[in-house]
């Protein structure tokens, strides 16, 4: 742009020395010399020898009337007037000289390219706020995305929501369990076997008689035996069946947490009552005080308590496969109440328009316990075919539907662990008891080997 500028100024100049003229009245010499004899004539018609005349007539720069004189005069002039008129005039009322209109023009040029750079300066405003917003749209449409859950999504979240408080009761009814057993067998106070093991039997006889008798059994030949039973075929051998009373059912009607004198329920009972023909049927004879006694009425520890110790040690080894059943009808205890909408809903959906409550009710029961949630969740979920087809969801969906899906199996390998450290506990139990007779055969021979060779050294020393 500058050298355009500049090739610009040059042609104006070029342009206006082609204007620059000489008088045509100059054009001839003002007057001959008189040396040279020539009249004033055009210098064109002088003769050949008159060179005195033409130079006088050409003249020099210091002689305006001469050529050359005329010919510089006009050129300074002229440089005078592009110097100071044309590019430097700026005098009120005069046409303004090129510098000042080159600067007016450089003002203005800067004042265009500003105003140019500052359109530009919108421009790139402009873009980067739409660049801007279109980056908050699209954060806002993914955050809208990712961050809706799907309906799947809230099933598991309502399926735990109970699932911590279930899984405390379940510790609180397995120690219940496990002190009423332990209890049994100690004879302790307040208990049916109070007053030893005929108040434990006859307690139990009566129960049998009253809840538990089904006249069609033995032949028809219990109808003396269950005359006075209540008669209700739902109770019929609870106290034997292990599959109906405790393997069964998703759900037991047991709830330790409830105070009062009249809060147990028939299925407690049976399941109370089937853990007492399980373990220690016959519960260990009461040991009077006199046992622990002499004759003279000292205590005697040794006598006694040997035999109460090794009593001890058998309800021990009892207690530990009274343990899994403890925990089984622990887990299958009533849950809590806030997870029974949801269970009962994705029930009612897998079973359809035929489902009816009291149907849910008998398969679940009325408060769904930690068992039956962890089916739910492990299981019965996964039998819908809308579980699949909602897993064409959103990819943030499906990711936080695989955790839900991994927390699920880590409660349902930690209930696997726990019943194999049981197992494990009871088979080091049995492996025990089967050692004994071996251990105590060795413990003797053990013994009468130090009691000889005491004998022996005993007699060197006399």
Not at 93 to 100: D, K, Q
Not at 227 to 246: M, Q, V
Not at 260 to 279: D, H, Q, R, Y
Not at 287 to 313: H, I, Q, W
């Amino acid at each position: 742009m500058i050298r355009q500028f500049f090739t610009s100024f040059a042609v104006i100049i070029l342009i206006s020395f082609s204007f620059v003229s000489v008088p045509t009245s100059q054009s001839h010499a003002a007057s001959c010399s008189s040396n040279c004899g020539c009249c004033a004539q055009g210098i064109t018609q002088c003769q050949s020898f008159c060179i005195c005349t033409s130079n006088n007539q050409t003249g020099d720069k210091d002689t305006p009337s001469t050529t050359i004189g005329h010919i510089t005069k006009e050129f300074v002039d002229h440089r005078d007037w592009m110097a100071n008129t044309f590019f430097k005039d700026n005098t009120a009322g005069n046409e303004r000289g090129l510098l000042a209109s080159l600067q007016l023009m450089t003002a203005q040029l800067a004042t265009n390219a500003m105003q140019q750079t500052q359109i530009i300066g919108t421009f790139f405003d402009a873009k980067h706020q739409l660049e801007t917003q279109r980056l908050f749209q699209q954060l806002t449409v993914r955050a809208h995305k990712d961050y809706h859950p799907s309906e799947a999504l809230c099933e598991f979240g309502t399926m735990t929501r109970s699932l911590a408080s279930s899984s405390r009761n379940t510790d609180l009814s397995s120690s219940i369990f496990a002190k009423r057993a332990i209890d049994r067998q100690l004879l302790s106070g307040g208990g049916l076997s109070v007053d030893g093991r005929e108040s434990d039997q006859k307690s139990r006889l009566v129960q049998f008689v009253k809840k538990y008798c089904n006249p069609a059994d033995n032949a028809r030949n219990l109808n003396l035996l269950c005359l006075k039973s209540d008669n209700d075929s739902a109770l019929f051998n609870k106290d034997i069946s292990y599959t109906s009373t405790l393997e069964t059912p998703k759900t037991l009607d047991v709830d330790f947490t409830s105070t009062g004198a009249n809060t147990k329920t028939p299925k407690e009972e049976a399941l109370f009552a089937l853990t007492a023909n399980l373990f220690a049927h016959n519960t260990f004879p009461f040991v009077s005080k006199a046992k622990f006694l002499t004759n003279d009425g000292k205590p005697n520890l040794e006598a006694g308590a040997k035999d109460y110790m090794d009593a001890r040690a058998v309800i021990a080894k009892r207690s530990v496969a009274m343990n899994s059943i403890a925990a089984i009808a622990a887990m299958k205890s009533q849950g809590d109440t806030e997870s029974r909408p949801f269970i009962y809903a994705l029930i009612e959906e897998m079973g359809g328009d035929k489902m009816t409550l009291a149907e849910i009710e008998r398969a679940i029961g009325k408060k769904p316990s930690y068992f039956a949630q962890m089916d739910v969740l492990t299981k019965k979920l996964y039998q819908m075919p809308s579980f699949y087809a909602e897993l064409y969801d959103k990819p943030a969906n499906v990711l936080r539907k695989d955790v839900a899906l991994q927390a699920a199996t880590l409660m349902q390998k930690r209930d696997s662990y726990r019943s194999f450290l049981r197992s494990e506990m009871t088979l080091a139990t049995m492996l025990e008891t089967a050692l004994m007779v071996e251990q105590e055969r060795v413990t003797n021979e053990v013994r009468k080997a130090r009691q000889i060779g005491g004998s022996r050294n005993l007699g060197v020393v006399k």
